[in-house]
């Protein structure tokens, strides 16, 4: 290595340390001739800044500007964020083609968020046409480096039997590794698979235990289940106090069933009890996964 390669790598390093300091100012004064001179990582540390507004004025414009440098010297984050920048059409038109083509070139070196989200792009139609088996393959590729929502997404296809059989079985076990990483949705839907006795013997207890986990991370539809759970005494012992806390919490989005379900409910109940549901309702905070 020449001692200007050297000077190079350690000035990337000290604007790597700058940005861990959160020294945005010396960071930026470090990467910007850094990326002019073509260094690909410092270009894409520098897109990152403008994206996010840190130590420059967020200016998605000059973050395409260098995403695309990166991204033309094959960085896989650069592509990944640019493909982003062009499927929300940050900085450049929305152009779902080219956020496809960019995901594949980030999906290809193997990046797992890529690969989600254009196994995505497969499953809407968006810049492709609708492919659910191609779907599945970016899914599962994803899926296997543990990203939980490719795991959800992966899990969904073998649900429902998109471009492949249905296969519960599979459905539940994507889902089981999407939900112990405490992807929400993924509770959801396992403790749905054991409610119903889909791809696992059929057992309240444990549906319960998912619906709890999604309800207490905020999932509408797991609060609404826990609280049906609650009043039907199904998994838990019966509770109208706490099954009305539950519906009260997911009636937040006042769905139509919920508050049908409440209604009911409250029938049944005293003043007291509901009052006492209503102030659990009120004090309740969700809990991070």
């Given amino acids: 290595m020449n001692d200007e390669s050297q000077n190079i790598d350690d000035n990337f390093e000290h604007a790597t340390d700058a940005y861990e300091r959160k020294d945005y100012k010396t960071e930026y004064k470090l990467l910007l001739p850094l990326a002019e001179q073509g260094h690909a990582k410092a270009q894409y540390n520098l897109g990152s800044m403008y994206d996010l507004g840190n130590g420059v004025p967020q200016d998605y414009k000059q973050a395409v500007k260098w995403y695309q440098l990166s991204a033309e010297q094959g960085d896989a984050e650069a592509q990944f964020n640019l493909a982003q920048m062009y499927y929300e059409g940050q900085g450049v038109a929305q152009d779902y083609k080219e956020a496809e083509k960019l995901f594949q070139l980030s999906a290809e070196q193997g990046d797992a968020e890529a690969q989600c989200n254009l196994g995505m792009m497969y499953v809407k139609g968006e810049g492709v046409a609708q492919d659910y088996k191609e779907a599945e393959k970016w899914f599962r590729l994803a899926a296997k480096q543990e990203n939980a929502t490719a795991q959800y997404n992966l899990a969904i296809i073998y649900d429902e039997g998109r471009g492949v059989e249905k296969d519960y079985k599979e459905a539940v076990k994507w889902y089981r590794l999407s939900a112990e990483q405490g992807y929400a949705n993924a509770q959801f839907n396992l403790g ?29 539809t797991g609060q609404y289940s826990l609280g049906v759970m609650y009043y039907e005494g199904q998994g838990v012992p019966q ?44 004090n309740w905070k969700p809990t991070s996964k």
């Fill in 192 to 220: 749905w698979m054991y409610d119903e006795g889909k791809g696992v013997p059929q057992d309240h207890k444990e549906a319960v235990r998912w619906f709890r986990l999604a309800a207490e991370q905020g999932n509408a």
């Fill in 239 to 282: 509770d109208y106090v706490l099954a009305l806390m539950w519906l009260n919490i997911a009636g937040s989005n006042e769905n139509e069933v919920d508050v049908k379900q409440r209604t009911i409910l409250e029938k049944q109940m005293t003043p007291k009890e509901i009052e006492k549901a209503q102030d659990m309702a009120i």
